[in-house]
Protein backbone atom coordinates (compact mmCIF):
# COMPACT_ATOMS: atom_id res chain seq x y z
CA UNK A 1 0.00 0.00 0.00
CA UNK A 2 1.31 3.67 -0.84
CA UNK A 3 2.80 5.21 1.97
CA UNK A 4 3.06 2.19 4.19
CA UNK A 5 6.43 1.74 6.39
CA UNK A 6 8.19 -1.16 6.07
CA UNK A 7 8.02 -1.89 9.53
CA UNK A 8 4.40 -2.50 9.05
CA UNK A 9 4.90 -5.22 6.34
CA UNK A 10 7.37 -6.87 8.14
CA UNK A 11 4.60 -6.91 11.42
CA UNK A 12 2.40 -8.30 8.85
CA UNK A 13 4.87 -10.92 7.66
CA UNK A 14 5.51 -11.99 11.48
CA UNK A 15 1.74 -12.57 12.08
CA UNK A 16 0.97 -14.35 8.74
CA UNK A 17 4.44 -16.53 9.52
CA UNK A 18 2.52 -17.55 13.28
CA UNK A 19 -0.16 -18.89 11.41
CA UNK A 20 1.78 -21.01 8.71
CA UNK A 21 -0.60 -23.71 7.42
CA UNK A 22 0.42 -27.16 7.26
CA UNK A 23 3.10 -28.64 5.25
CA UNK A 24 0.35 -29.40 2.11
CA UNK A 25 -0.96 -26.22 2.58
CA UNK A 26 2.76 -24.44 2.41
CA UNK A 27 3.46 -26.00 -0.81
CA UNK A 28 -0.34 -25.28 -2.53
CA UNK A 29 0.08 -21.51 -1.45
CA UNK A 30 3.63 -21.38 -3.43
CA UNK A 31 2.32 -22.96 -6.34
CA UNK A 32 0.14 -20.00 -6.77
CA UNK A 33 -2.46 -22.13 -7.73
CA UNK A 34 -5.43 -19.31 -8.82
CA UNK A 35 -2.39 -18.23 -11.52
CA UNK A 36 -2.59 -21.51 -13.13
CA UNK A 37 -5.95 -20.33 -15.28
CA UNK A 38 -2.63 -18.08 -17.07
CA UNK A 39 -1.59 -21.18 -18.50
CA UNK A 40 -4.37 -22.98 -19.05
CA UNK A 41 -6.86 -20.89 -21.36
CA UNK A 42 -3.96 -20.42 -23.82
CA UNK A 43 -3.73 -24.01 -24.55
CA UNK A 44 -7.77 -24.09 -24.56
CA UNK A 45 -8.02 -21.71 -27.17
CA UNK A 46 -5.19 -23.05 -28.63
CA UNK A 47 -6.82 -26.72 -29.24
CA UNK A 48 -10.28 -25.22 -29.98
CA UNK A 49 -8.70 -23.71 -32.89
CA UNK A 50 -7.14 -26.46 -33.55
CA UNK A 51 -9.55 -29.15 -33.41
CA UNK A 52 -12.45 -27.01 -35.09
CA UNK A 53 -9.53 -27.34 -37.91
CA UNK A 54 -9.41 -31.11 -38.28
CA UNK A 55 -6.91 -31.92 -35.28
CA UNK A 56 -6.18 -35.46 -34.23
CA UNK A 57 -3.85 -35.42 -31.41
CA UNK A 58 -5.29 -35.23 -28.71
CA UNK A 59 -2.28 -36.52 -26.45
CA UNK A 60 -0.81 -33.56 -27.28
CA UNK A 61 -3.02 -31.56 -26.16
CA UNK A 62 -2.39 -33.46 -22.94
CA UNK A 63 1.03 -32.67 -22.89
CA UNK A 64 0.63 -29.40 -23.76
CA UNK A 65 -1.32 -29.07 -20.72
CA UNK A 66 1.03 -30.77 -18.85
CA UNK A 67 3.89 -28.37 -19.80
CA UNK A 68 2.12 -25.13 -19.45
CA UNK A 69 1.00 -25.42 -16.25
CA UNK A 70 4.39 -27.03 -15.39
CA UNK A 71 6.30 -23.93 -16.72
CA UNK A 72 3.68 -21.81 -15.13
CA UNK A 73 4.72 -23.57 -11.51
CA UNK A 74 8.18 -22.84 -11.76
CA UNK A 75 7.96 -19.58 -13.11
CA UNK A 76 6.37 -19.13 -10.01
CA UNK A 77 8.45 -20.33 -8.01
CA UNK A 78 11.42 -18.94 -9.43
CA UNK A 79 9.76 -15.51 -8.84
CA UNK A 80 9.75 -16.09 -5.21
CA UNK A 81 13.32 -17.43 -5.11
CA UNK A 82 14.95 -14.35 -7.03
CA UNK A 83 12.65 -12.00 -5.54
CA UNK A 84 13.46 -12.70 -2.57
CA UNK A 85 17.21 -12.29 -2.72
CA UNK A 86 16.29 -8.90 -4.30
CA UNK A 87 14.21 -7.96 -1.44
CA UNK A 88 11.37 -7.14 -3.60
CA UNK A 89 8.91 -8.93 -1.41
CA UNK A 90 9.90 -7.74 2.21
CA UNK A 91 9.21 -3.96 2.17
CA UNK A 92 6.36 -3.48 3.22
CA UNK A 93 3.84 -6.21 0.74
CA UNK A 94 0.58 -5.43 0.05
CA UNK A 95 -0.39 -8.88 -1.76
CA UNK A 96 -0.41 -12.25 -0.98
CA UNK A 97 2.48 -13.13 1.18
CA UNK A 98 5.18 -14.70 -0.14
CA UNK A 99 6.33 -18.19 1.21
CA UNK A 100 10.36 -17.33 1.38
CA UNK A 101 9.34 -13.66 2.73
CA UNK A 102 7.57 -15.62 5.62
CA UNK A 103 10.21 -18.41 6.20
CA UNK A 104 7.60 -20.95 5.50
CA UNK A 105 9.75 -22.71 3.01
CA UNK A 106 13.67 -22.39 2.58
CA UNK A 107 15.17 -21.30 -0.22
CA UNK A 108 16.89 -24.67 -1.07
CA UNK A 109 12.79 -26.11 -0.63
CA UNK A 110 12.20 -23.34 -3.46
CA UNK A 111 14.78 -24.20 -5.82
CA UNK A 112 14.00 -28.11 -5.68
CA UNK A 113 10.36 -27.22 -6.53
CA UNK A 114 11.67 -25.02 -9.24
CA UNK A 115 13.86 -27.48 -11.17
CA UNK A 116 10.96 -30.58 -10.16
CA UNK A 117 8.34 -28.16 -12.30
CA UNK A 118 10.86 -27.53 -14.95
CA UNK A 119 11.65 -30.80 -15.33
CA UNK A 120 8.08 -32.03 -15.64
CA UNK A 121 8.08 -29.57 -18.47
CA UNK A 122 10.47 -31.01 -20.00
CA UNK A 123 9.27 -34.12 -20.34
CA UNK A 124 6.39 -32.89 -21.98
CA UNK A 125 8.55 -31.13 -24.25
CA UNK A 126 10.60 -34.53 -25.13
CA UNK A 127 6.17 -35.73 -25.55
CA UNK A 128 5.97 -33.07 -27.78
CA UNK A 129 9.09 -33.08 -29.91
CA UNK A 130 8.23 -36.29 -30.82
CA UNK A 131 4.84 -35.67 -32.13
CA UNK A 132 5.60 -32.11 -34.02
CA UNK A 133 9.24 -31.92 -34.12
CA UNK A 134 12.42 -29.98 -33.38
CA UNK A 135 10.57 -26.50 -33.06
CA UNK A 136 8.96 -27.28 -29.57
CA UNK A 137 12.21 -27.41 -28.36
CA UNK A 138 12.51 -23.70 -29.20
CA UNK A 139 9.46 -23.38 -27.49
CA UNK A 140 9.87 -24.87 -24.45
CA UNK A 141 13.78 -23.74 -24.00
CA UNK A 142 12.23 -19.87 -24.70
CA UNK A 143 9.48 -20.16 -22.52
CA UNK A 144 11.58 -22.10 -19.23
CA UNK A 145 14.21 -19.10 -19.68
CA UNK A 146 11.75 -16.38 -19.70
CA UNK A 147 10.24 -17.75 -16.80
CA UNK A 148 13.39 -17.93 -15.15
CA UNK A 149 14.74 -14.64 -16.67
CA UNK A 150 11.77 -12.48 -15.57
CA UNK A 151 13.14 -12.12 -12.30
CA UNK A 152 16.78 -13.61 -12.08
CA UNK A 153 19.62 -11.78 -12.71
CA UNK A 154 20.82 -8.11 -13.53
CA UNK A 155 18.57 -7.71 -16.48
CA UNK A 156 15.50 -9.37 -15.11
CA UNK A 157 12.76 -8.72 -17.42
CA UNK A 158 10.56 -7.67 -14.82
CA UNK A 159 13.00 -5.19 -13.32
CA UNK A 160 13.67 -3.56 -16.78
CA UNK A 161 10.07 -2.92 -17.63
CA UNK A 162 9.67 -5.67 -20.37
CA UNK A 163 7.57 -7.88 -18.07
CA UNK A 164 4.63 -7.04 -19.73
CA UNK A 165 6.11 -7.56 -23.70
CA UNK A 166 6.70 -11.20 -21.77
CA UNK A 167 3.77 -12.07 -20.57
CA UNK A 168 2.38 -10.61 -23.92
CA UNK A 169 4.75 -13.01 -25.95
CA UNK A 170 4.67 -15.75 -24.00
CA UNK A 171 0.90 -16.09 -22.46
CA UNK A 172 -0.65 -15.22 -25.58
CA UNK A 173 1.14 -15.14 -28.88
CA UNK A 174 3.82 -18.56 -28.30
CA UNK A 175 1.29 -20.33 -25.91
CA UNK A 176 -2.13 -20.28 -28.15
CA UNK A 177 0.08 -20.73 -31.37
CA UNK A 178 2.42 -22.87 -29.70
CA UNK A 179 -0.61 -25.48 -28.77
CA UNK A 180 -2.27 -24.68 -32.44
CA UNK A 181 0.98 -26.11 -33.99
CA UNK A 182 1.73 -28.79 -31.61
CA UNK A 183 -1.69 -30.62 -32.59
CA UNK A 184 -1.99 -29.48 -36.21
CA UNK A 185 1.29 -29.81 -37.47
CA UNK A 186 1.03 -26.21 -38.64
CA UNK A 187 0.48 -22.58 -37.62
CA UNK A 188 -2.46 -20.39 -39.06
CA UNK A 189 -2.87 -16.82 -39.11
CA UNK A 190 -6.10 -16.87 -36.86
CA UNK A 191 -4.44 -18.56 -34.64
CA UNK A 192 -2.45 -15.63 -33.94
CA UNK A 193 -5.03 -13.82 -33.98
CA UNK A 194 -6.49 -16.04 -31.12
CA UNK A 195 -3.30 -14.88 -29.19
CA UNK A 196 -4.36 -11.12 -29.06
CA UNK A 197 -7.00 -11.76 -26.09
CA UNK A 198 -5.87 -14.56 -24.48
CA UNK A 199 -2.00 -12.61 -24.25
CA UNK A 200 -4.47 -9.18 -23.58
CA UNK A 201 -5.78 -9.97 -20.24
CA UNK A 202 -3.06 -12.22 -19.09
CA UNK A 203 -0.89 -8.63 -19.72
CA UNK A 204 -3.55 -6.84 -17.83
CA UNK A 205 -3.57 -8.81 -14.85
CA UNK A 206 0.13 -7.82 -14.13
CA UNK A 207 -0.99 -4.40 -15.03
CA UNK A 208 -3.30 -4.58 -11.75
CA UNK A 209 -0.32 -6.02 -9.80
CA UNK A 210 2.12 -3.50 -10.78
CA UNK A 211 0.01 -0.33 -10.25
CA UNK A 212 -1.03 -2.24 -6.74
CA UNK A 213 2.72 -2.41 -6.10
CA UNK A 214 3.96 0.69 -7.14
CA UNK A 215 5.41 2.58 -4.10
CA UNK A 216 7.03 -1.19 -2.99
CA UNK A 217 8.54 -1.94 -6.22
CA UNK A 218 9.99 1.54 -6.93
CA UNK A 219 11.27 1.63 -3.19
CA UNK A 220 13.20 -1.55 -4.16
CA UNK A 221 14.78 -0.71 -7.42
CA UNK A 222 12.22 -2.65 -9.60
CA UNK A 223 11.40 -0.81 -12.55
CA UNK A 224 8.50 -2.43 -13.48
CA UNK A 225 6.66 -0.56 -16.73
CA UNK A 226 4.30 0.98 -14.39
CA UNK A 227 7.29 2.20 -12.38
CA UNK A 228 8.37 3.67 -15.81
CA UNK A 229 5.24 4.78 -17.09
CA UNK A 230 3.50 6.05 -13.50
CA UNK A 231 -0.14 5.06 -12.18
CA UNK A 232 -1.79 6.91 -15.19
CA UNK A 233 0.14 5.33 -17.86
CA UNK A 234 -0.34 2.08 -16.61
CA UNK A 235 -4.11 2.72 -16.14
CA UNK A 236 -4.07 3.79 -20.28
CA UNK A 237 -2.04 0.57 -21.15
CA UNK A 238 -4.47 -1.48 -19.07
CA UNK A 239 -7.78 0.20 -21.29
CA UNK A 240 -5.58 -0.78 -24.14
CA UNK A 241 -5.25 -4.27 -23.66
CA UNK A 242 -9.03 -4.72 -22.76
CA UNK A 243 -9.87 -3.18 -25.49
CA UNK A 244 -7.88 -5.25 -27.82
CA UNK A 245 -9.16 -8.45 -26.28
CA UNK A 246 -12.54 -7.41 -27.12
CA UNK A 247 -11.81 -5.90 -30.49
CA UNK A 248 -10.67 -9.61 -31.68
CA UNK A 249 -13.67 -11.46 -31.55
CA UNK A 250 -15.81 -8.60 -32.64
CA UNK A 251 -13.81 -8.02 -35.44
CA UNK A 252 -13.42 -11.61 -36.59
CA UNK A 253 -17.45 -11.61 -37.06
CA UNK A 254 -17.70 -8.14 -38.46
CA UNK A 255 -15.94 -9.72 -41.52
CA UNK A 256 -17.86 -12.76 -41.80
CA UNK A 257 -14.76 -14.93 -40.34
CA UNK A 258 -16.97 -16.40 -37.56
CA UNK A 259 -20.51 -17.30 -36.89
CA UNK A 260 -21.96 -15.02 -33.61
CA UNK A 261 -21.14 -17.50 -31.62
CA UNK A 262 -17.67 -15.58 -31.41
CA UNK A 263 -19.20 -13.02 -29.87
CA UNK A 264 -19.59 -15.63 -26.66
CA UNK A 265 -17.03 -13.64 -24.65
CA UNK A 266 -19.24 -10.26 -25.16
CA UNK A 267 -21.02 -11.78 -22.39
CA UNK A 268 -17.95 -10.87 -19.68
CA UNK A 269 -18.49 -7.00 -20.43
CA UNK A 270 -19.86 -5.90 -17.23
CA UNK A 271 -16.90 -7.80 -15.49
CA UNK A 272 -14.47 -6.41 -17.16
CA UNK A 273 -16.51 -2.44 -16.48
CA UNK A 274 -16.00 -3.30 -12.62
CA UNK A 275 -12.37 -4.06 -13.12
CA UNK A 276 -11.68 -0.69 -15.59
CA UNK A 277 -13.84 1.34 -12.65
CA UNK A 278 -11.71 -0.27 -9.50
CA UNK A 279 -8.22 0.70 -11.84
CA UNK A 280 -9.46 4.31 -12.90
CA UNK A 281 -10.92 5.05 -9.42
CA UNK A 282 -8.93 3.63 -6.83
CA UNK A 283 -5.32 5.57 -5.87
CA UNK A 284 -5.04 2.70 -2.64
CA UNK A 285 -2.46 -0.15 -3.63
CA UNK A 286 -4.30 -2.78 -1.09
CA UNK A 287 -7.81 -1.85 -2.85
CA UNK A 288 -6.61 -2.64 -5.98
CA UNK A 289 -6.54 -6.36 -4.67
CA UNK A 290 -10.37 -6.71 -5.70
CA UNK A 291 -9.10 -5.28 -8.93
CA UNK A 292 -6.90 -7.77 -9.55
CA UNK A 293 -9.45 -10.48 -8.69
CA UNK A 294 -11.83 -9.41 -11.03
CA UNK A 295 -9.22 -9.04 -13.75
CA UNK A 296 -7.84 -12.67 -13.39
CA UNK A 297 -11.81 -13.65 -13.19
CA UNK A 298 -12.05 -11.99 -16.52
CA UNK A 299 -9.11 -13.69 -17.84
CA UNK A 300 -10.20 -17.24 -17.45
CA UNK A 301 -14.31 -16.62 -18.50
CA UNK A 302 -12.86 -14.82 -21.53
CA UNK A 303 -10.92 -17.51 -22.21
CA UNK A 304 -13.53 -19.89 -21.45
CA UNK A 305 -16.11 -18.67 -23.75
CA UNK A 306 -13.46 -17.56 -26.29
CA UNK A 307 -12.45 -21.16 -26.75
CA UNK A 308 -16.28 -22.29 -27.04
CA UNK A 309 -16.73 -19.56 -29.86
CA UNK A 310 -14.21 -20.78 -31.57
CA UNK A 311 -14.93 -24.05 -31.64
CA UNK A 312 -18.83 -23.60 -32.18
CA UNK A 313 -18.22 -20.90 -34.82
Not at 33 to 46: D, H, K, W
Not at 139 to 147: D, E
Not at 155 to 179: K, M, N, Q, R, S
Not at 253 to 275: E, F, H
Amino acid sequence: MAGTPAGDGAAAAADLAGAKPGRLGVWLHALRLPTLSAAIVPVLVGTALAWRNGATRPWAALAALIGAIAIQIGTNLANDLFDDRKGADRQGRIGPPRVLAVGWLSPSEVRTGMIAAFGVATIAGVVLTAIAGWPVIVIGVASILAGIGYTAGRFALGYIGLGDLAVFVFFGLVAVVGTYYVETGATHPEAILAAIPVGSLATAILIVNNVRDLETDRACGKRTLAVILGRGGARAEFVAFLFAAYAVPLGLWAQGLRSAWILLPLATVSLAARALHRVLEREDGRSLNAALQDTARLHLLFGLLFAAGLYLG
